[in-house]
């Protein structure tokens, strides 16, 4: 089931949260809103389950007009990043809630929450109330409660965010599995580039209430649009008036024309990486990110003079 | 936005010690007990005393009394009416207060502490200027046949009046802890709004409730004041319990009689304030997970 919003504008006092956002996602995708805190990502996933109205614009979700349905009548699967659990209701009767209040018959709840909770790896836990889990199961069981009326999408509201590295990334992969099983068109939002990039097919960068770029992971990475998108999806650098990415640079002991000599000025290394920062002759303090290996292999030390420049396939833009 | 849930451990307060020496604690304990032990426990105990001092005969004899009975029956009915309309009312503004905004927000939320601050006596009074045959409704409650003032109707307002605040405050904390994200959770899997109130926000709030309606019910057995200037003060008719021990020892100078009624009404409000403790334990504990 597509979803798509057109020309949605969203104010707080004077604050601009959206300004002109056009969004289509396309049926059974995996999308990920990215951005920094603040620009607007969520104020859009809110919008599209309806739990905020925008000021003008439309939702369509599965070519219908949704803009003035009440969140309840838009059949929007939504996860928030504090798991919402109901805590007075076991992690069964949470998972049940939306089917019990649509009056399904007892049988049917029964298998169908049964069927969810072992979904979900939960079905050990169904006495047990939300505050007898842990970070990670909570919004597990969150997602089978929103699975469980067959939304027509599922919207995510930074549903890692609040949990640490180690779950975050274990519930990433199980989120990327769960959609190639459940197809359910699903929406999320996170800041972290490196969460979108993993887990969704498609990815929308959202800043300052605007879409800076709308592309496939690889795309955006390798092709992004502004200095904006290049910087937030992974880490920058200045060489000779470009931006470019410090992995994307070549490192030479011999002089090459189109290459800038520098020395380098401090090494860092960090498990199997190594940062040199250098002072290029231009007068540049770019650093570059090589392998352990790579480093070895130059002999890279402090006070090595050595000559870059951006790699055949790197991305650059020109800086202003 | 809600915090996140943390684990428990997090809200542990630091070990007594750490804050003050022990003398310190000896000392505060000292100075509680002997504020308890004055100010409450003596007077309650010498009030049991008293009350039994004549015997348990005369006790039995002073609180079946006809005009005893029915001073406690009109006691428990306006309680009773009092605290179903403070569990309406104030889980209703509660809700207004923490969900929404609106012009006036903050003067609602002041006014609605007024009778905490205000002389129950001045609320009975202002009620006799609304309500009473000279009052601004008097006349129109006149033709309907409703007699307000000096009759039950006028017990209830002014016990509501004062005993409301009670239940709102308790409720408040819990709402604006809560948040309102499940709800909004209930609302994306089909829940209309009644829904939402019935399974979501009563359980939620359902201690707090509880909580606010027990101190309020205490309140209601207790109220004097404001119950003296609207009822008339009528023996057989609207004499409360409190107004009839006030009676018996001031006027009859039955002061045995007196502490009889006084006694029951003690007995309802430990009962009631032990309820509270054991609600606020179990709220306390839900909370904390």
């Known amino acids: 089931m597509s979803i798509e919003a057109k020309g949605i504008n969203k104010r707080f006092g004077s604050f601009v949260a959206l300004e002109d956002v056009d969004l289509t996602v396309a049926s059974g995708a995996l999308t990920a809103l990215l951005g920094p805190s603040g620009g607007g990502k969520s104020t859009l996933l809110r919008i599209i389950a309806g739990l905020e109205e925008p000021d003008t614009g439309t939702v369509l979700i599965d070519g219908a007009d949704s803009t003035q349905l009440p969140p309840q009548r838009r059949n929007v699967g939504f996860v928030f990043q504090h798991y919402a659990a109901f805590k007075h209701l076991s992690v069964f009767r949470n998972v049940a809630f939306g089917l019990e209040i649509r009056k399904t018959p007892k049988a049917e709840i029964d298998r169908r929450v049964t069927e969810l909770l072992e979904l979900v790896h939960l079905e050990q836990f169904g006495d047990r109330l939300p505050s007898q889990l842990s970070g990670g199961q909570r919004q597990r069981m969150a997602l089978a409660r929103a699975l469980a009326v067959e939304p027509k999408v599922l919207l995510l509201d930074e549903p890692f965010g609040a949990l640490d590295a180690q779950v975050r990334k274990e519930l990433r992969d199980w989120l990327r599995r769960l959609h190639d099983e459940v197809h359910v068109t699903t929406v999320f939002v996170t800041h972290d580039q490196e969460e979108a990039m993993e887990v969704a097919d498609e990815l929308v960068v959202i800043n300052h209430g605007r879409i800076e770029q709308v592309g496939s992971p690889d795309d955006v990475y390798d092709r992004p649009a502004n200095s904006f998108v290049m910087g937030f999806l992974g880490p920058v650098t200045q060489l000779g008036g470009h931006t470019v990415r410090p992995h994307d640079i070549e490192v030479l002991t011999q002089a090459v024309t189109g290459a800038i000599g520098a020395e380098v000025t401090r090494m860092q290394r960090i498990g199997f990486e190594v940062r040199a920062e250098l002072r290029a002759d231009d007068g540049g303090e770019p650093w570059v990110q090589l392998t352990r290996g790579q480093a070895e292999s130059l002999g890279l030390d402090v006070g090595s003079r050595v000559w870059l420049r951006p790699a055949p396939h790197a991305s650059v833009l020109t800086s202003r | ?282 709220q306390e504990a839900s909370s904390a997970a």
């Open chain 2, 1 to 282: 936005m809600p915090k996140p849930t943390r684990p428990r451990e997090e809200f542990q307060t630091p070990a007594v010690g750490v804050v003050g020496s022990r003398t310190t604690r000896t000392a505060l304990r000292a100075v509680a007990l002997l504020y308890v032990g004055i100010l409450v426990l003596v007077p309650v105990l010498l009030v049991v005393w008293r009350t039994f001092k004549p015997g348990l005969g005369s006790f039995f004899d002073a609180i079946t009394d006809p005009l005893a009975v029915h001073a406690f029956r009109l006691t428990g009915e306006v309680a009773g009416i009092s605290v179903v309309l403070d569990t309406v009312f104030g889980i209703g503004v509660a809700l207004l207060l923490v969900r929404y905004r609106f012009p006036g927000k903050r003067l609602l939320s002041a006014f609605i502490d007024l009778p905490v601050s205000v002389s129950p006596i001045v609320v009975g009074l202002a009620l006799v200027l609304v309500y009473g045959s000279s009052g601004w409704f008097g006349g129109t409650l006149d033709r309907a046949g409703l007699q307000v003032i000096n009759a039950t109707p006028s017990l209830v307002i002014a016990t509501v009046f004062v005993s409301l605040p009670l239940v709102v405050r308790a409720v408040v904390p819990v709402l604006e802890q809560a948040g309102n994200e499940q709800e909004q959770a209930a609302a994306s899997l089909g829940a209309r709004a009644w829904t939402q109130l019935w399974r979501i926000t009563l359980p939620t709030i359902r201690e707090a409730v509880t909580y606010g309606v027990v101190l309020s019910l205490a309140r209601c057995l207790g109220e004097y004041g404001a119950v003296l200037v609207v009822s008339g003060n009528i023996e057989g008719r609207t004499e409360t319990a409190t107004l009839r021990i006030d009676n018996l020892y001031e006027a009859d100078l039955q002061t045995d009689a007196a502490y009889a009624i006084t006694f029951v009404l003690v007995l309802v409000a430990v009962v009631a304030i032990l309820v509270a403790a054991y609600v606020r334990r179990r």
